[in-house]
């Protein structure tokens, strides 16, 4: 098998980078052979058969450089079964040029990519160019150019594809009505949680290791501060808690484009001394900060994933943790809510955020109970374990025709 995404060293500058980590070390284990491309020191060291072809850093065109010849050099000397990734560009590619050395693509789509660019222009918009008659037309041109060209290359990729991977039923859902892609070449497979590295630590060991006060309740966010995410939200929703709970302090665990506006925005509302914003995080470390929280939260906004409903990876390892959630009320995350130990409220909406996570605040045995129930949820159903060997039965399906 061919991994044709980098596959970099752990952060959570990119949520995407533990998709890949994971995903590949637990092919691995079921026995794969796994070829990938790596810039950094990944260890792989207990894994006898994955492959690491080093990529020297630099700049995006000597990296771009530099990964092509590695890859043209691979592909000239070995054959593979499958050829895998989860981005449009190599998957263009791959349809273009590697069809003789690959025997089958498979690819694998975690969100609709025009949405989140939209979604990131409209921030973008917003902050620097606050009245509409500002905005310039010659960059919106190119836009426009630039978003059909991607869209040219994801259905491209889309179409080279012998089987597509969809991590929500709403992905596959678009796919099929608006790409026109056959239902059956699209499998829906969840994202999962390392049930090894996320599991329950001891509170006050973990608080006393990130220099964390003992008894000050923390309500905890993990993840790439992107729009979607809807940390806004949370900042909003702090005066409303801290009314109640004036001790109460705030983990903003990651890094991301919004993190400039969400430190400006908590200063404007005058709560920065309530929120800490780690910045990039170690993966093996950022169970120590949930599980030195008492609440964790995934406010999620309904553009982009109301549409595309999630695959929520941070709830589930939050609740792989024993911690109990509370999240939006869209579609993925209410049901993984309502088996496993969480409260859905409304998006978008500060003070729903913040009277479910009062509500958890003032009841430590509701605390206690949710958080037991999400970890038995998550530990039966949605392991990366459990999730490669669904990739694994999706990649053999590819063959099923030439039997």
Known sequence: MLFLDMVRPLSLADGSLIHRYELVSNLARLDNEVHIFTVGEISF???????????????????TVNYLKISIRLLGSETFDVLYTRNPNFGFLAGLFCKSRCRRIVYELNGIP???????????????????????????????????????????????????????PGIKSNLKKGYKIPGEKIFVVSNGANTFLFQPLEQETCRKELGLDLKTPFVCFVGNLAPWQGVEYLIKAASHILSTFPECHFLIVGDGAMKHNLMKLSRELEVEDKFIFTGVIAYDRVPLYINASDICTAPFIFARNAKIGLSPLKLYEYMACGKPVVASNISGVYEVLEAGGGIPVLPENPKALAEGILKLLENPDLRMKLGSKGLSYVTENYSWYSVAKKVNEVCKSAFETEK
Do not use: C, M, Q, W
């Open 45 to 63: 060291s207990n894994l006898a058969n994955v492959h690491s072809h080093y990529v020297s850093p630099g700049n995006f065109l000597s990296l």
């Open 114 to 168: 025009e949405d989140e660019k939209n979604l990131l222009r409209e921030k973008s918009e917003e902050n620097e160019f606050p009245h509409a008659e500002k905005k310039n037309n010659f960059s919106n041109r190119y836009f426009s150019a630039h978003a059909r060209l991607k869209l040219f290359i994801l259905k491209k990729a889309l179409g080279f594809s012998d089987r597509i991977i969809a991590v929500t």
